[in-house]
């Protein structure tokens, strides 16, 4: 398995260790010794999670490109940022709910639109200085078509 090893500066700063791999049915096994050291103590759930979404791209014989991107832990400010983003994009998707109820009635709007915002606000995550967030991405070309499969996750800061 040919492994590229890669650094990114994303959005906000936030810096990405970022692994490229080309996996075939022969060498899919050797995921699970990957070695993932920017994942700390979440590298064997990293592992576990990158072997279940080949296994979901059902690839046959066809290679399956996998991408595994690690941030380095989140920045106080960084943090923010992100949680600002959620805090506007919950802002947006009420307003869009509300718009047309208050055509109607504009209590109704009112409560609809606040109702949609603090359950897409519960559905946003908050993020935290020293959070750390993995994505995986996995693509196969041919056969019924290019599929493609996306999973993410965040290793919470552990204070102490």
């Known amino acids: 398995m040919n492994i590229e ?11 990405f260790t970022v692994l490229r791999l080309i ?3 022969s060498n899919h096994l050797a995921m699970a010794n990957l070695c993932l050291l920017e994942a700390g103590i979440s590298a064997n759930e ?11 791209m059902l690839a046959r014989d066809l290679p399956c ?5 690690i941030s380095k832990p989140l920045t106080r400010q960084q943090a923010e940022l992100l949680n600002i983003r959620g805090e506007i994009v919950a802002g947006l998707i009420s307003g869009a709910v509300s ?13 609809a639109g606040a109702a949609a915002g603090l359950t897409i606000k519960g559905i946003i995550r908050s993020y935290h200085a020293g959070d750390v967030v993995i994505g995986l991405d996995a693509q196969v070309n041919g056969g019924i078509g290019p599929q493609r499969s996306l999973s993410a996750m965040v290793r919470q800061f552990q204070g102490g």
Do not use: E, F, I, W
């Not at 650094?7 to 936030?14: A, L, S």
């Not at 990293?46 to 979901?56: A, I, M, Q, S, W």
């Not at 490109?65 to 991107?69: D, H, I, L, P």
């Open 46 to 56: 990293v592992r576990r999670r990158l072997v279940d979404l080949y296994r979901k």
């Open 5 to 15: 090893r890669t650094q990114y500066n994303g959005h906000y700063g936030v810096t």
């Open 65 to 69: 490109r996998m991408t595994v991107a």
């Open 99 to 111: 718009a047309p109820m208050s055509l109607a009635s504009p209590a109704a709007g009112l409560a």
């Open 23 to 25: 996996v075939s049915p």
